[in-house]
Nanobody
Framework: QEQLVESGGGLVQAGGSLRLSCAASGRTFSSYGMGWFRQAPGKEREFVAAITWSGGIIRYADSVKGRFTISRDNAKNTVYLQMNSLKPEDTAVYYC????????????????WGQGTQVTVSS
């Protein structure tokens, strides 16, 4: 059974850094596009970053551009999100997701989702 498991969330002060990991199991996701999304309380889930299977295309939401970096290690079936210069508005549950083709910024275009990891940034 396909499974995505996020880890690395936690509580950090504004200006700090966290590195999220998303480990895939049950199938090889090396040919899948991967994305990170986040959802704050009372808000819709929103796109954060995405990367194609080869890493040849990487996209970021404007709100995180220059601060967050998405990467992947296909040999380890893992995708990462390095988050630097964190702000209180980055506080949310962060989800990783996989899609069979390309990349995308829309929730509905992803086929598999993790359970999420909480990131809390204090001011």
């Amino acid at each position: 059974q396909e499974q995505l498991v996020e880890s690395g969330g936690g509580l950090v002060q504004a200006g700090g850094s966290l590195r999220l990991s998303c480990a895939a199991s049950g199938r090889t996701f090396s040919s899948y596009g991967m994305g990170w999304f986040r959802q704050a309380p009372g808000k819709e889930r929103e796109f954060v970053a995405a990367i194609t299977w080869s890493g040849g295309i990487i996209r970021y939401a404007d709100s995180v551009k220059g601060r967050f970096t998405i990467s992947r290690d296909n040999a380890k079936n893992t995708v990462y999100l390095q988050m630097n210069s964190l702000k209180p508005e980055d506080t949310a549950v962060y989800y990783c997701a996989a899609r069979k083709l390309g990349w995308g910024s829309t929730v509905s275009t992803y086929d598999y989702w993790g359970q999420g990891t909480q990131v809390t940034v204090s001011s």
